[in-house]
């Protein structure tokens, strides 16, 4: 069982990985909202699984409307950033290329690669929620992150 | 003259403390984020997912916002369509927001009247001066007293952050100084009387005064026009020349823009003549419009109807003041064709194209002759390379003396003479009162792509300060607007009004009958209310303006609407 102080070194470890915006989540949390950061990642976990449904559906369709594409991941790209998630919104910005060259290949890799990465996103996040409820329960606190 | 201490000493602190701020994202996860920081920035928050209800919000809660955050993408409505409403009809600044921050995207933003352009994902650091935007468009606007007062004050607003601060030395003696400054700023600042947060009334630039301005800076030159003097020509009480100033400023854009893009279009022939009284004109009939469609009381289905209407019908009766009309008729015949560009050819540029939808949509709304008063008091003809485009600002003004029939007839003037390329529809024009409608309607070079489409200045009107305002100034326009019937509201709909008159003429064959108009029912409808045409005839070619100049164009109020169908008005403004 690790202790307190590692668990909190892994807290900050993935906390800082997901970049300056999730560090910036966790700052606006405070007590008249004390679930900020959980409320917002969940609302992004939601959000994205819809809108990766709704992109596989475009691109299966007969007929793509790249144009509704590039709008389902505009949106992911502006949802991916705003929590952190680098990785998932560059992607976005290789999705959005192929888009304007209506490339469906393209766009159908892209898709894949973005729901590997969403996946490490939600991995990484759930674990940064399982560490704060274990550091809790270990009776720790929760490390500031500068 | 007491000094209000207590609340005033909080003043300066305290702003931008409570800062109201809408924003608008129908990203969930962005909306909730930014809220958050926007609440720590200690601002009142209220968020909104569509544009649409935002809209409602600050329609029915005029003077509940300080300022408006607002995504660029949205599905119910174009952001930047929401920051031109939000601009004519509350003017308030508009922050624009995307993760897309490319420059063209940013460039338009900026064009359609966004104080700032941030992109996604925003740090709570910009968040945090999203209120020099509201300190410096109040700053612009209100200030009567003068600009020394008002750096001043911002002076002392600064200087007493950083007494605050440092309060451990000569506290007392700073803290008098501050409270003598507060004490002068009282006493001069009659206007900014409290913090700035708090809701002034704004210098409204209604039709009246603008068109004193623009007669007083016909009078001085555009290029000798300068705030003090013109507003000691205009004359108006209460007003400052920062006032005229940032008004002149704004004018000069205007001005600007359009000869730039009169420019593009190469060589534009223009009638010297008159040509400060067509400047007058045409930049009158522009703010008019502006300030017709920016004041807030004119409900948004009126102008849209209003705009619909014009659009639809053919165009057609001009009614030029006579004295303008034969001057300018007169001064066109004698100038060569190849003068030089001037103001004048650029402001009507951008009608173009809306001359030559007009032609092609059969509009449903349509409102009756008398609703829409319009005369053209004056006309500028420049040709187009191989069709003849014209494009006119219709302007409304409650003075302008009504139209005879003579000095329409007058117009009548070999308008196959003047304007002579290969595709001159004279024959169109019949009994039109004014020949110069040589619209090309079936020339597919006008049917430029417009995304941009409908766009309407934002910045020249202000909106109406107070209802009564609003009601004795829009008087005529409000009367010529009841009738019509409710429509897809944009207000972007009543910049086209104008130009639907003017098309009625020459479109009188290829568009229904209860298009047009009678000459005699123009001469009754001058009578409440005028327009000012202008015709331009690009001579050179016949250029597809780039959206974006176009946009600009248009930008400056001059409606200009591309294969707008009937009912959707809005589509206009479809990205």
């Known amino acids: 069982m690790a202790t307190v102080g590692q668990l909190q070194k892994q807290f900050v470890d993935f906390s800082t990985s997901l970049y300056r915006e999730f560090i910036q989540l966790q700052k606006l949390q405070d007590e008249s909202n004390p679930d900020f950061v959980f409320e917002v990642v969940s609302l992004f976990f939601e959000d994205s699984e819809k809108l990766l449904n709704n992109l596989a559906i475009a691109l299966q369709q007969q007929v793509v409307d790249f144009k509704q594409v590039d709008a389902h991941v505009h949106q992911f790209k502006g949802s991916s950033s705003s929590i952190g998630a680098h990785r998932v919104k560059n992607m976005c910005v290789a999705f959005r290329n192929f888009c304007e060259e209506k490339n469906l290949d393209g766009c159908l890799r892209c898709l894949q690669q973005i729901n590997h990465e969403y996946c490490l996103v939600k991995n990484k996040l759930e674990n940064v929620f399982r560490l704060e409820r274990q550091i809790l329960e270990a009776g720790g606190t929760i490390p500031l992150i500068a | ?575």
């Not at chain 2, 207590?6 to 701020?21: A, D, H, N, T």
């Not at chain 2, 009809?89 to 359609?112: C, F, K, Q, W, Y």
């Not at chain 2, 409204?204 to 290029?223: K, M, P, Y």
């Not at chain 2, 705030?227 to 108006?236: D, F, Y």
Request: hydrophobic residues 35%; contains cysteine; neutral net charge.
């Open chain 2, 1 to 575: 003259m007491a000094c209000t201490t207590g609340g005033k000493s909080v003043v300066p602190e305290q702003f931008p403390v409570g800062l109201r701020v809408l924003v608008v994202d129908d990203d969930v996860i962005c909306l909730r984020v930014l809220e958050q920081m926007l609440r720590k920035c200690m601002y009142q928050v209220t968020s909104c997912s569509q544009a649409t209800v935002a809209l409602n919000l600050l329609r029915e809660r005029k003077g509940c916002f300080d300022v408006v955050l607002s995504d660029v993408h949205m599905p119910d409505m174009d952001g930047f369509r929401l920051l031109e409403l939000v601009g004519l009809e509350m003017d308030l600044p508009v922050i624009m927001m995307s993760a897309d921050g490319r420059t063209n995207l940013v460039m338009r933003g900026i064009r359609h009247g966004a104080c700032d352009y941030l992109i996604k994902p925003i740090r709570d650091e910009e968040l945090k001066n999203i209120w020099q935007h509201v300190l410096r468009k109040r700053r612009n606007e209100i200030n009567p007293s003068g600009s020394i007062e008002d750096r001043d004050r911002e002076k002392r607003a600064i200087d007493d952050a950083e007494c605050a601060s440092s309060a451990n030395e000569g506290e007392d003696e700073v803290f008098k100084t501050q409270k003598k400054r507060r004490e002068c700023r009282d006493e001069d600042d009659t206007e900014l009387e409290d913090d700035p947060a708090s809701k002034k009334p704004r210098v409204v630039w209604s039709v009246e005064l603008h068109q004193q301005f623009v007669g007083a800076v016909n009078q001085l030159g555009i290029d000798k026009a300068v705030p003090k003097r013109i507003l000691e020509l205009m004359n108006v009480p209460g007003l400052s020349r920062e006032n005229v100033a940032s008004h002149l400023q704004k004018f000069r854009l205007y001005l600007k823009r359009l000869s730039g893009v009169a420019q593009q279009q190469g060589g534009l022939p223009t009638y010297c003549g008159p040509v400060e009284q067509n400047l007058r004109l045409a930049s009158l009939g522009r703010f008019d419009i502006q300030a017709l469609a920016a004041s807030g009381q004119l409900p948004p289905q009126t102008l849209a109807a209003l705009q619909a209407e014009l659009f639809s019908r053919p165009t057609g009766n001009l009614i030029l003041p006579a004295m303008d009309q034969r001057t300018l008729l007169h001064s066109s015949l004698q100038e060569s064709k190849n003068s030089h560009v001037d103001k004048n050819v650029s402001y009507c540029q951008p009608l173009n194209r809306c001359s030559s939808n007009i032609a092609n949509q059969t509009s449903q709304h349509l409102m009756s002759n008398e609703d829409v008063n319009y005369s053209v008091s004056s006309c500028n003809l420049v040709e187009t390379n191989s069709n003849t485009l014209i494009t006119f600002l219709q302007q409304q003004h409650q003075q302008r003396q009504s139209i005879t029939q003579e000095s329409i007839h007058s117009i009548n003037v070999q308008p196959s003479c003047l304007v002579s390329p290969p595709n001159f529809q004279a024959g169109n024009n019949q009994n039109c009162s004014f020949s110069y409608s040589a619209m090309d309607y079936n020339n597919p070079l006008l049917q430029t792509s417009n995304s941009s489409g409908l766009q309407v200045l934002e910045r020249e009107c202000k909106p109406v300060g107070t209802p009564s305002e609003s009601v004795s100034s829009m008087s005529s326009c409000s009367r010529n607007v009841q009738r019509v019937p409710s429509s897809p509201s944009t207000i972007s709909s009543v910049l086209q009004v104008p130009n639907m008159n003017c098309m009625q003429r020459s479109t009188r064959n290829s568009i229904p009958s209860r298009f047009a108009v009678d000459e005699q029912e123009i001469a009754a409808m001058s009578s409440t209310s005028q327009v000012r045409l202008y015709v331009q005839n690009n001579g050179s070619k016949v250029k597809q303006e780039p959206n974006l100049g176009f946009a600009e164009n248009v930008r400056m109020g001059i409606p200009v609407q591309q294969h707008l169908p009937p009912n959707d008005l809005m589509s206009v403004f479809s990205d």
